[in-house]
């Protein structure tokens, strides 16, 4: 038998303080989504002026990356057209998504979940998703 780490409470605590504070830090109010490693959700936050159409893109940016164990940006540069991941985006009833801003959370090469944020560009919402990501493998290093 295997034995695996599994994501809790606390640690999507960790994960969502640390991507708010960044989503504040960088001036955009974000929607932020944490799944533990099926892509089943944890913890979700929508800051004050957080998109609402992007409630939807972050819980699926968040289970793509668990799900997939890759991160969204990955298969967004895979998945155009002639690609060898085209087509993807519509599997998994279209939950699987394929803009930046998805990050799966490993621990020792196991995934544990991911990470999903959306309201900003590509960029901003990946750095958000990274800076909780960060916080959580640092507090690791306490325990």
């Known amino acids: 038998?295997?034995?695996?780490?599994?994501?809790?409470?606390?640690?999507?605590?960790?994960?969502m303080d640390a991507?708010?504070?960044?989503?504040r830090?960088?001036?955009?109010?974000?929607?932020i989504a944490i799944t533990d490693d099926g892509g089943h959700?944890?913890?979700?936050?929508?800051?004050?002026?957080a998109r609402i159409t992007s409630i939807d893109i972050a819980?699926?940016?968040?289970?793509t990356a668990a799900a997939a164990r890759r991160s969204t940006r990955a298969y967004a540069e895979t998945s155009q057209p002639g690609g060898p991941a085209y087509g993807i985006h519509v599997s998994n009833q279209g939950r699987f998504m394929i803009f930046a801003g998805g990050l799966p959370i490993f621990i020792d090469h196991v995934i544990?979940?991911?990470?999903?944020?959306?309201?900003?560009?590509?960029?901003?919402?990946?750095?958000?998703?990274?800076?909780?990501i960060d916080a959580f493998l640092k507090s690791l290093k306490g325990k």
């Open 59 to 63: 819980v699926s940016k968040a289970f």
């Open 25 to 31: 830090e960088i001036g955009v109010d974000m929607d």
């Open 19 to 23: 991507a708010e504070r960044k989503a």
């Open 112 to 132: 544990v979940g991911g990470v999903g944020c959306s309201s900003g560009h590509s960029d901003q919402d990946e750095a958000v998703a990274q800076a909780g």
């Open 41 to 49: 959700l944890v913890m979700f936050h929508r800051m004050d002026n």
């Open 1 to 15: 038998m295997r034995t695996v780490p599994k994501l809790t409470l606390d640690d999507a605590r960790v994960i």
